[in-house]
């Protein structure tokens, strides 16, 4: 929590320095923030829960609760992933994001945050060595940097891009067991292997919503959603306007 602080610090003292700090009152809460959060919340469980779900009872194996889970280690993996999505979050799309925003334009600093957050992940996942895991994972990624970036952009606030973050890795590693180097977590799959493989259009289907359906359908919903906020470069325009 530490490292989160001093880039707390960090992020409001270069937001202080170059007169950006008004966007701090985007952090207040407020009934627009509440929704964008529960939106942003309770989207990755819908998607996830549904996907996962029907393709366990395609493949005849279905998830069961692990038995072994306890209470220190849903609190101790919750505290693991908000303390790394916060991370992220201040390192990506924090103050230096908005400062490109600014000074260069918004474009730009959607493609570089895009782009290094996938990079980043060559390093957090320790990919190096493994060229067709660092393209799979730089795609992937990098498409969800580019859907969070865009969502702060829109939205003009943290809240729902931070909840969108937050809750694929909750739904995806807390309760569907997907980060391995973690251990199984609160459901786990009934066999070690699928008692039955589908045909090759259903295997592909499957393929094809696991690695781009949820960005696909997430970045369509946000669109729809943000269709009318402002978004950032509205409040760029109207604080140059007032000084």
Same mark, same amino acid.
């Given at each position: ?8 610090? /960090? ?8 007169? /950006? ?18 939106? #942003?919340? !309770?989207?990755?469980? !819908? ?17 069961? $609760? ?16 908000? *303390? ?8 990506? *799309? ?9 000074? /260069? @334009?918004?474009?730009?600093? +959607? $493609?570089? &945050? ?20 660092? +393209? ?8 969800? #940097? ?8 829109? @939205? #003009?606030?943290?809240?729902? &891009? ?41 295997? $592909?289907? +499957? +393929? ?11 970045? /369509? ?9 402002? #978004?950032?470069? @509205?409040? !760029?325009?109207?604080?140059?306007? @007032?000084?």
């Amino acid at each position: 929590m530490l490292g989160i602080f001093i880039l707390s610090l /960090l992020s409001y003292l270069v937001l202080k320095y170059y007169k /950006l700090d008004f966007l701090l009152l985007n952090l207040k809460v407020s009934l627009k923030h509440s929704n964008d959060f529960l939106v #942003g919340f !309770f989207w990755p469980i !819908f998607y996830w829960c549904l996907y996962e779900f029907i393709v366990a009872e395609i493949v005849e194996n279905p998830y069961q $609760i692990n038995a072994s889970f306890t209470a220190n280690n849903f609190s101790d993996t919750f505290l693991f992933l908000l *303390r790394s999505v916060l991370f992220e979050e201040l390192i990506f *799309r924090g103050a230096f994001f908005c400062l490109i925003c600014y000074k /260069l @334009s918004i474009n730009y600093a +959607i $493609i570089i &945050s895009t782009i290094s957050f996938g990079i980043y992940h060559w390093f957090s996942w320790e990919l190096f060595g493994n060229p067709t895991a660092m +393209i799979v994972v730089f795609l992937m990624t990098g498409c969800m #940097g580019f859907i969070f970036a865009y969502t702060l952009v829109r @939205s #003009g606030s943290v809240y729902i &891009s931070t909840a969108l973050h937050l809750s694929g890795n909750l739904t995806n590693i807390l309760i569907f067991s997907k980060d391995y180097s973690l251990g199984k977590q609160w459901l786990v799959k009934s066999f070690a292997d699928d008692p039955f493989l589908p045909n090759p259009w259903i295997s $592909i289907s +499957i +393929i094809i919503l696991h690695y781009t359906g949820y960005q696909f359908f997430t970045f /369509l919903l946000l669109k729809w959603y943000l269709a009318k906020r402002p #978004g950032l470069d @509205s409040l !760029f325009k109207s604080h140059d306007q @007032s000084n």
